[in-house]
């Protein structure tokens, strides 16, 4: 197998983007973060510290997503390196890690997609609920 040095630099526009996702999500859970522990300060309330631990959960998930996705691009520029050095199969399999970087990335994006959407339903059960009763 013939690894060009262009294929490693496919992964260039879609792992920018991802991370500026991953970005986006973290700078937004930080943001509830902030107000939750605020409110928590005034209230005392059982539901909230529960969903700040969620949200610990999900901020960790989101540094991991991050690094992850990090370490492909990382790789994946290590690879076009090494292709440029003529050294064809420690480039494919530096390639291939990047890609494994990235499928871990994207898994925990999954799992963290998952959490997100139980918490928001367990947010929402009451009124829905209220709503079948």
Partial sequence: MILQIETPALLFGATSLILL???NRFLTLATIVRGLKKTYKEK???MILLEI???NLRLTLIRNMQMAGVMSLF???FAMLL???EQQTAGIYLFGLSLLGLLISLGLSFWEISISVNA???HLSDLVDKEVK
């Fill in 120 to 122: 928001l339903r367990l």
């Fill in 53 to 55: 631990k969620n949200l």
């Fill in 44 to 46: 005392q309330n059982d």
């Fill in 75 to 77: 790789l994946s520029v």
């Fill in 83 to 85: 292709l440029f050095l």
């Fill in 21 to 23: 996702a991953y970005t």
